[in-house]
């Protein structure tokens, strides 16, 4: 049976009370992972990975009817992949961890912290793999679930409308959904932990997005020499004023 590889969680199983300032519910850290994955490809091999999405660092399933939205970097390069769909966006991404687990934790709580120093309203639930991390803002609702894998650690945000990231939302499922089929391509390049491994767009998906970039920057192009033409426009000869007597005004002669 497929199975990403499972460390001996004994060590770090230990209760919120610890953390007293996340929320008094407990949270099972240890709960039963739903049957499958996430998966390490060193377990199931590359023949495995079937029609999933390929990132380079993860491969994702993609839900029913969904749509990819690629973010940038500044330097240019592919930064995150979203799934967009009809309720929200889910965003599944890798980064370097230690072999043993206890990451998804930590990160768990600086999240929690950071969203509240943002005035956000924040709760930690149990989910399929532990910890979940709850957040509501203005703007969206957010969902934070995190999986500790063999020197990695994957984090899928899912964010949508208020209301939309409850444990029972089809947001929620269809993410839950994802991340159980999700493949990490670890590689064996160093990585300091908490480093996001590297966003590898298919070469399909590139080629779209650079032609998008090209008319984007051809629009862009256009739009800033038009000001530049319209002075010279401007200075063309007025058309000649109409004399006395000829039929209309000089504005209907012009066509206005």
Same mark, same amino acid.
């Given at each position: 049976?497929?199975?990403?590889?499972?460390?001996?969680?004994?060590?770090?199983?230990?209760?919120?009370?610890?953390?007293?300032?996340?929320?008094?519910?407990?949270?099972?850290?240890?709960?039963?992972?739903?049957?499958?994955?996430?998966?390490?490809?060193?377990?199931?091999? $590359?023949? #495995?990975?079937?029609? *999933?999405? @390929?990132?380079?660092? !993860?491969?994702?399933?993609?839900? &029913?009817? +969904?749509?990819?939205?690629?973010?940038?970097?500044?330097?240019?390069?592919?930064?995150?992949?979203?799934?967009?769909?009809?309720?929200?966006?889910?965003?599944?991404?890798?980064?370097?961890?230690?072999?043993?687990?206890?990451?998804?934790?930590?990160?768990?709580? $600086?999240? #929690?912290?950071?969203? *509240?120093? @943002?005035?956000?309203? !924040?709760?930690?639930?149990?989910? &399929?793999? +532990?910890?979940?991390?709850?957040?509501?803002?203005?703007?969206?609702?957010?969902?934070?679930?995190?999986?500790?894998?063999?020197?990695?650690?994957?984090?899928?945000?899912?964010?949508?409308?208020?209301?939309?990231?409850?444990?029972?939302?089809?947001?929620?499922?269809?993410?839950?959904?994802?991340?159980?089929?999700?493949?990490?391509?670890?590689?064996?390049?160093?990585? &300091?932990?908490?480093?996001?491994?590297?966003?590898?767009?298919?070469?399909?998906?590139?080629?779209?997005?650079?032609?998008?970039?090209?008319?984007?920057?051809?629009?862009?192009?256009?739009?800033?020499?038009?000001?530049?033409?319209?002075?010279?426009?401007?200075?063309?000869?007025?058309?000649?004023?109409?004399?006395?007597?000829?039929?209309?005004?000089?504005?209907?002669?012009?066509?206005?």
């Amino acid at each position: 049976m497929f199975g990403r590889r499972r460390k001996n969680r004994d060590a770090e199983a230990t209760g919120l009370a610890d953390e007293g300032h996340f929320d008094p519910a407990p949270v099972d850290d240890e709960a039963q992972a739903p049957e499958g994955g996430p998966f390490d490809i060193d377990d199931i091999g $590359e023949d #495995a990975v079937g029609s *999933r999405l @390929d990132l380079g660092s !993860v491969l994702v399933p993609l839900p &029913p009817g +969904g749509q990819i939205q690629v973010e940038m970097a500044p330097n240019g390069q592919p930064q995150a992949v979203h799934l967009v769909t009809q309720h929200g966006r889910i965003t599944v991404s890798a980064y370097a961890a230690p072999k043993s687990p206890g990451q998804w934790r930590e990160v768990a709580a $600086e999240l #929690a912290e950071s969203l *509240r120093r @943002d005035n956000a309203t !924040v709760s930690i639930e149990s989910g &399929p793999w +532990g910890r979940e991390l709850q957040g509501s803002t203005p703007n969206a609702d957010l969902r934070f679930l995190g999986v500790d894998g063999y020197r990695w650690m994957i984090r899928c945000v899912v964010a949508g409308p208020a209301g939309s990231v409850t444990a029972d939302s089809p947001l929620v499922e269809t993410a839950r959904a994802i991340v159980a089929e999700t493949v990490v391509r670890r590689g064996q390049d160093p990585h &300091p932990v908490r480093t996001p491994l590297p966003v590898v767009l298919p070469k399909a998906l590139a080629e779209q997005l650079a032609a998008a970039q090209q008319q984007q920057a051809a629009a862009q192009q256009a739009a800033q020499q038009a000001p530049a033409q319209q002075p010279a426009q401007q200075q063309q000869p007025a058309p000649p004023r109409p004399r006395h007597g000829e039929s209309g005004s000089a504005m209907q002669q012009l066509g206005f």
